[in-house]
């Protein structure tokens, strides 16, 4: 990842920066690596998130039909 600075304007870098962030899920997986998690709650997390992302799935294709 590369963030160029130009005419010395740091805060608009780091905004940039911080937009890259999120957008690849590096907070997302730091937040997730900070503490350990079992294998069941770590099971339990994914199939959640998969059921989260069926369902919103689903909701753009239904109002895609509207």
Request: hydrophobic residues 35%.
């Amino acid at each position: 990842m590369r963030i160029e600075v130009v005419d010395n304007q740091i805060e608009a870098a780091l905004k940039a920066l911080k937009k890259e962030m999120v957008k690849e899920g590096l907070f997302k997986e730091m937040k997730l690596r900070a503490f350990y998690e079992k294998p069941s709650v770590k099971r339990k997390r994914k199939q959640a998130e998969a059921r989260k992302k069926r369902r919103r799935a689903a909701r753009r294709a239904q109002s895609r039909e509207d």
